[in-house]
């Protein structure tokens, strides 16, 4: 019934930048934030960054603060995920999260996911 479609991902040298998009069919999400977490292999999935309804509220993991931006377009019912300074420590794929509660740091405050989009850091 809601569908998350991530793309944007793929293989980048250690100091580029990639730029993922989340796109949300269906309802609109009023008042639920969005976010962003990932899962390198043999390791749990984890946070990575969240933004409220309005953007005017962002969250990030601590390993990524600094080097990543979430941001969205609420008409278009997208969320992106700027990253710039990769590191082959953010090799992972990545998972668009949607209708969120709370702040949405956490995987149970989330609703809809994504089927998720691989990126690769080599160095």
């Known amino acids: 019934q809601v569908q998350l479609v991530e793309s944007g991902g793929g293989l980048v040298q250690a100091g580029g930048s990639l730029r993922l998009s989340c796109a949300a069919s269906?309802?609109?999400?009023?008042?639920?934030?969005m976010g962003w977490f990932r899962q390198a292999p043999g390791k749990e999935r984890e946070f990575v960054a969240a933004?409220?309804?309005?953007?005017?509220?962002?969250y990030y993991a601590d390993s990524v603060k600094g080097r990543f931006t979430i941001s969205r377009d609420n008409a278009k019912n997208t969320v992106y995920l700027t990253m710039n300074s990769l590191k082959p420590e953010d090799t992972a794929v990545y998972y668009c999260?949607?209708?969120?509660?709370?702040?949405?740091?956490?995987?149970?405050?989330?609703?809809?996911w994504g089927q998720g989009t691989q990126v690769t850091v080599s160095s």
């Open positions: 269906g309802r609109t999400f009023s008042n639920n934030p």
């Open positions: 933004i409220s309804w309005s953007g005017g509220s962002t």
């Open positions: 999260a949607a209708d969120g509660v709370g702040k949405g740091l956490v995987i149970g405050e989330y609703d809809y």
